[in-house]
């Protein structure tokens, strides 16, 4: 199946996904934030550069999209088009979260993923204040 958009299009659409500050991580930011939890933001010196850090608790926390994790959700379909660049790229990222995931657990951090999915409306509040729990109980 050939690509909807011109390859410049393309381009352009691809240049404004973000890799930090998303709406996602937006989300689950000001929730924590509303429920009296402080974090630092993408803290350079762990591994996999975490999207929220909550020294206070010992955990991590990573805002994860559907598709550039490969979640097992509806959301995740593999592209028809470009499958020498997409597969590796995808399966890469996947491999980076494993090997990252584990390298913090074995620092002694409780890591948290919060997928894409997990924060529609529908599932969103449920997710969040499991969320809550998580952090608390992890501690």
Not at 16 to 39: A, C, H, M, W
Not at 82 to 88: A, E, L, S, T
């Amino acid at each position: 199946m050939a690509d909807n958009h011109s390859k410049e299009v393309r381009s352009r659409n691809m240049s404004r996904i973000r890799s930090t500050d998303n709406k996602p991580e937006e989300i689950v930011r000001k929730f924590l934030f509303s429920q009296g939890f402080r974090y630092r933001k993408n803290d350079k010196k762990l591994p996999g550069k975490p999207d929220i850090v909550l020294p206070k608790y010992r955990t991590v926390i990573f805002v994860n999209g559907c598709f550039w994790h490969k979640h097992d959700c509806p959301r995740f379909v593999w592209p028809s088009s470009n499958q020498d660049y997409w597969r590796p790229k995808i399966l890469g990222n996947v491999e980076r979260d494993k090997k990252n995931v584990g390298q913090l657990r074995s620092q002694g951090w409780n890591v948290i993923v919060v997928w894409e999915c997990e924060l529609k409306k529908a599932v969103r509040d449920e997710r969040l204040y499991a969320l809550c729990r998580e952090i608390r109980g992890a501690s």
